[in-house]
Every structure is written in C-alpha cells, then in structure tokens.
C-alpha cells in the first residue's frame, strides 16, 4: 500500500484516502480516485437500468442511445470536476510551495543559530525562534530533544507541587510522545531521555510516590490516548515533609 504526506500536517497515509484522516486535508491523488470509482458504480448501476428497458424495447437502438447519453455524462462530469479541481489545487498548490520555499530559505538563514542555541541549552533563544517560525522549527531534526529537555528544564525549576506539576511529571515519564510530538521520540537521545526520567522519578519518590502508586495514578487518571485531566490528580497531590506543596 503506497502512503503519501499530508500537505497541511505530514502525516503519512494511504494514497487511497480522499482526505487526510488526521486534519481533513484533501489528497488529489485519492480523491481522483474516490472520483473514479464513484463514476464506475454510476455507469453500472445506469447499464443496469440499461439492461431492464431492453427486455421491452428495440434493442440496437436502445444500446446505441444509452451509450452515447453515458458517454456524454461522464465527459461531462469529468470536465467539470477537472476544470474545479484545477482551479481549487492550482492556488492551494502555489500557496504551498510558496509557503514551503518560505519555510526553507528561513531555516537556512538561521539552522546555524538553533544548533548553536542547542548546544548552550539556551531554549529562550529557540522558543524566540519557534514563534518566529513555527513551521520550519518543528521540522528542525533536534526538535523533539528540545521539547523534552525544556519541559525537563521547566519540571526542575518549578517550586510549586500542585496537580499541575504532577501532571506535567506524569506526561514526561509514561507519554512523551504528548511532550515531543507524534513519532518525536525516533529523534531523541534515549539515554539522555532515561538520564532526566530518572532524575523526575526520584523527585517523586522523595515525596513519598512509588512506582507502582505513580502507574496506578497515570490508568485512573488518563484517557484511551493517554490524555490526562489535571482535575482528576488534585486528590494525589502530596505535600513534602515540611507539609509544603
């Protein structure tokens, strides 16, 4: 099965689909294809009615008339639909590539700066560059290890231990994936990752949290997608051993 990227989100899909499953994008290439199979279920079911008015009229003259009137529909229908389609992509496509080229000439302006930035671990300075350009920092290949270890960064410093808190510590230790994006863990460092998971377990574990406890605490309190709603670990929340959140 062959998959394409979606223009809007790039997410992969197949090639069969009209749309994309994951922002509603149209697919030209599945959509021709809908089109088709949607034009040959028509021509059937009209050869079929086809075949009913036969049984009591002339035959020869009946096919011949029903196969043009068919055939002039379907030309019909297709140049119509061509003729919306090339207009619709025509501009859809040139916003794109403009947009992509955009998206290129600014990361080749600045790839140098969010690589050095990265090394520093100055994550101000690519956040700066993120709202700059969104787009072409989230396709920037240290990304997602940004992603983790800011969130990392912010876990840390934070001095406050409130439902919040431990829901941020709990998306960091059983779904990453909610930190570095869809597949962001393929781009991280797992050894660095398991570096700072362990450094949040013990940070849990001085509050008198055990591993168990924690598991327990993310099933209750997540959804099928592994969602959590900060509401539901307020009842969790502990307090140190000076009796301070």
């Known amino acids: ?3 394409v990227k979606c223009k809007n989100c790039d997410a992969s899909f197949s090639d069969e689909l009209a749309y994309c499953p994951y922002c509603g ?3 030209k290439r599945g959509a021709y294809k809908d089109f ?12 079929g009615l086809k075949e009913d008015v036969q049984r009591s009229v002339s035959r020869i003259i009946l096919s011949s008339l029903f196969r043009s009137l068919i055939f002039v529909l379907v030309i019909a229908g297709l140049a119509f639909l061509v003729s919306r389609f090339s207009n619709v992509n025509y501009y859809n496509d040139k916003e794109y590539d403009q947009k992509a080229y955009d998206e290129i000439i600014w990361m080749d302006e600045h790839i140098d700066e969010l690589n050095e930035a990265y090394e520093k671990g100055d994550y101000k300075a690519i956040k700066t560059l993120y709202y700059e350009n ?3 920092v989230s396709g920037w290949s240290h990304y997602p290890s940004y992603c983790l270890k800011s969130e990392y960064e912010t876990i840390e410093s934070e001095t406050r231990f409130d439902q919040y808190q431990l829901q941020r510590m709990l998306y960091f230790l059983y779904f990453p994936e909610y930190i570095t994006g869809r597949n962001g863990m393929n781009y991280v460092d797992r050894a660095e990752y398991e570096e700072m998971r362990s450094a949040v377990v013990s940070s849990l574990h001085s509050r008198g949290y055990t591993d ?3 598991e327990t605490i993310y099933d209750k309190c997540s959804d ?6 900060s509401s539901d670990l307020k009842e969790y929340v502990k307090e140190d051993g ?3 959140l």
């Open 1 to 3: 099965m062959k998959t």
């Open 25 to 27: 994008t149209m697919n």
């Open 36 to 47: 088709r199979a949607k034009i040959s279920s028509m021509i059937d079911s009209i050869l």
């Open 134 to 136: 969104t787009r072409a």
């Open 212 to 214: 168990e406890e924690l």
């Open 224 to 229: 099928s997608y592994g969602y959590i709603n």
């Open 242 to 244: 000076n009796g301070k």
